[in-house]
């Protein structure tokens, strides 16, 4: 599997767009990226995903580069609720027979959103 | 309806004690995971069912025994723990099957925080 490279910490102030950066320079055709956020104390929550064209929901926008090395995730207007530590994972759905869908987690980034 | 519900949510039990953890979902997948997750530190894979046969195990010790007994229940087993294997565990479940909408997403538990003493 691609690895991803997140920085291990960012600030953000509340009510304002919080940009988490990651890069996945190795990442194949065949793979997505997925961001999940754990609050302290809490499962793995899942925000978005994405494979090549920029993605948004209710939660999130997801903007992939064109040569798709690198990712972010944008909280467009961030609250103290979004303090969490952020994960960036890639992982190719051609799923093998029976094999389920291995999802190896990074270090991730710590993000705290400041009042 | 994405829930995966974990019980217990808290287990503290001794070295020589058996005990188990459970995990269920009615959202029809049909892979479900267990991982650990130490202080601080990232969730790390232990084993994965894929049609409720064992598919993955990273090298787990045989102290923690995972059980399917059908496509929404998923059981941890341990036995004989050490302080050590004290963590956060967490199940997982995703569709099992790739799709343009949902991509395989894994949805995860609470957890059940287990402390050996």
């Known amino acids: 599997d691609a690895k991803t490279t997140q920085p291990t910490s960012m600030d953000c102030a509340e009510g304002r767009a919080a940009n988490l950066p990651c890069n996945h320079s190795?990442?194949?055709?065949?793979?997505?990226v997925y961001w999940y956020r754990q609050i302290h104390s809490q499962g793995p929550q899942y925000i978005i995903h994405g494979l090549k064209n920029n993605e948004t929901n209710e939660m999130a926008s997801l903007i992939i580069t064109e040569d798709r090395k690198s990712s972010t995730l944008i909280l467009p207007h961030a609250t103290l609720r979004d303090t969490a530590v952020y994960y960036c994972?890639?992982?190719?759905?051609?799923?093998?027979?029976?094999?389920?869908?291995?999802?190896?987690f990074g270090t991730g980034t710590s993000l705290t959103v400041i009042p | 309806d994405t829930e995966v519900t974990q019980t217990p949510k808290h287990l503290v039990m001794g070295m020589t004690n058996k005990k188990s953890l459970k995990c269920e979902q009615h959202?029809?997948?049909?892979?479900m995971y267990w991982y650990k997750q130490k202080a601080k530190k990232p969730p790390e894979l232990m084993f994965v069912y894929s049609y409720e046969k064992l598919s993955i195990n990273e090298s787990v010790p045989s102290r923690f025994s995972p059980e399917c007994p059908n496509s929404s229940l998923l059981n941890l087993h341990l036995h004989a723990l050490q302080p050590e294997d004290s963590a956060l565990y967490l199940c997982?479940?995703?569709?099992?099957?790739?799709?343009?909408?949902?991509?395989?997403?894994?949805?995860f538990g609470e957890g059940s925080w287990l402390t050996v003493v």
């Open positions: 994972i890639v992982r190719d759905l051609t799923l093998r027979a029976n094999t389920g869908n291995q999802f190896y």
């Open positions: 959202m029809g997948h049909r892979a």
């Open positions: 997982a479940s995703s569709p099992g099957a790739a799709s343009r909408r949902w991509g395989n997403t894994i949805y």
């Open positions: 190795t990442i194949s055709g065949n793979e997505y």
